[in-house]
T-cell receptor, first 111, second 115 residues
Framework: SQKIEQNSEALNIQEGKTATLTCNYT??????LQWYRQDPGRGPVFLLL?????KEKRKERLKVTFDTTLKQSLFHITASQPADSATYLC??????????FGTGTRLTVIP | GAVVSQHPSRVICKSGTSVKIECRSL??????MFWYRQFPKQSLMLMAT?????????EQGVEKDKFLINHASLTLSTLTVTSAHPEDSSFYIC???????????FGPGTRLTVL
């Protein structure tokens, strides 16, 4: 079965810096990968989707890369703000539009 | 647009009782809905895929007789936790697939506490 790991359980970063989160996976080749934001006690909110034939995708201050050789996706938040503090989840397409989620990284942006 | 609601948001029940959780897509139709469970500080675990008008597909290790899923219409799926026990206490989240762009829209979740 597929295994999805996110680089660290928690990441603290100073306001204004770029936060970089990592998602590594094994035993699978997903057609696409997604990143979600989850606030405490809430459901995930979709941020970005990147397909296997895409190297990079951007949306405002967010950038996602997808390296199918390394089986890795990087998620960047530039000019980070305290409001960006949340848990970020990567999710892999698992066939039939199923999603399998990583363990999440709790990001804290320090003012 | 693309709003998914869940009801109730929070429920506390006694061991042995059954609890029904509703998931509704408010402004779109969803032929497929998904049910997830999330334990504290853990990620979402897919429990089952619910297709309108057909039986749900359960992930390995999820008891279909314990977690009854009914996808009665294109905007409503329900999850019933039967004979709930304290170990079923968790955060249950549904999502709905509108069938385009490979996006799923998630509900706000239901916190179930079984005493």
């Amino acid at each position: 079965s597929q295994k999805i790991e996110q680089n660290s359980e928690a990441l603290n970063i100073q306001e204004g810096k770029t936060a970089t989160l990592t998602c590594n996976y094994t035993n699978y080749s997903p057609a696409y990968l997604q990143w979600y934001r989850q606030d405490p006690g809430r459901g995930p909110v979709f941020l970005l989707l990147i397909r296997e034939n895409e190297k990079e995708k951007r949306k405002e201050r967010l950038k996602v890369t997808f390296d199918t050789t390394l089986k890795q996706s990087l998620f960047h938040i530039t000019a980070s703000q305290p409001a960006d503090s949340a848990t970020y989840l990567c999710a892999l397409e698992g066939g039939a539009n199923n999603l399998f989620f990583g363990t999440g990284t709790r990001l804290t942006v320090i003012p | 647009g693309a709003v998914v609601s869940q009801h109730p948001s929070r429920v506390i029940c006694k061991s042995g009782t059954s609890v029904k959780i509703e998931c509704r897509s408010l402004d779109f139709q969803a032929t497929t809905m998904f049910w997830y469970r999330q334990f504290p500080k853990q990620s979402l675990m897919l429990m089952a895929t619910s297709n309108e008008g057909s039986k749900a597909t359960y992930e390995q290790g999820v008891e279909k007789d314990k977690f009854l899923i009914n996808h009665a219409s294109l905007t409503l799926s329900t999850l019933t936790v039967t004979s709930a026990h304290p170990e079923d206490s968790s955060f249950y989240i549904c999502s709905a697939d509108p069938g385009y762009h490979n996006e799923q829209f998630f509900g706000p979740g239901t916190r179930l506490t079984v005493l």
